[in-house]
């Protein structure tokens, strides 16, 4: 296991509970998180939605009724969620897992700031990509 810090803990149990559009995840430290998919989405790892760099991340909004089509794992350090939306490239680590459970209510306070610093809607539909992202679909 090289490599693998070993302060991080691990999930003893994880759950997609598709009907309430929440990832349920237990930890080895004794923490449980119920990760709305939406939340997830939102604040996916991927490129495509926190960019290249430092302020290019890009809003994500309509994704309230998001769902998770599928869920792959990714070595024993990561699970790879497919969206109802196509979105796939997020890779999420236990790391960031838990600091997605860890940190829902800040998280979900800094979307609504960015949203209504933009102008925005949670449910405004997200604008159709043009040329000069990273990949379409």
């Known amino acids: 296991m090289a490599g693998l810090k070993t302060d991080t803990p691990t999930p003893v149990d994880l759950t997609v509970h598709g009907a309430s559009r929440v990832l349920e995840i237990a930890f080895s430290d004794g923490a449980r998180f119920r990760i709305p998919f939406e939340l997830m989405r ?80 949670r449910d405004a539909p997200m604008p159709e990509k043009s040329g000069g992202g990273c990949h379409s679909h």
């Not at 796939?88 to 997605?100: C, K």
């Open 42 to 121: 939102i604040y996916s790892p991927s490129a495509e939605v926190q960019g290249h760099g430092p302020g290019q991340e890009v809003l994500q909004t309509g994704k309230r009724e998001v769902d998770i089509v599928a869920l792959e794992p990714v070595g024993n350090y990561a699970v790879q969620p497919t969206f109802s939306d196509g979105h796939d490239s997020g890779i999420f680590t236990w790391e960031y897992l838990y600091f997605l459970g860890a940190n829902e209510q800040a998280l979900w306070a800094e979307y609504a700031s960015r949203l209504a610093a933009a102008g925005l809607d």
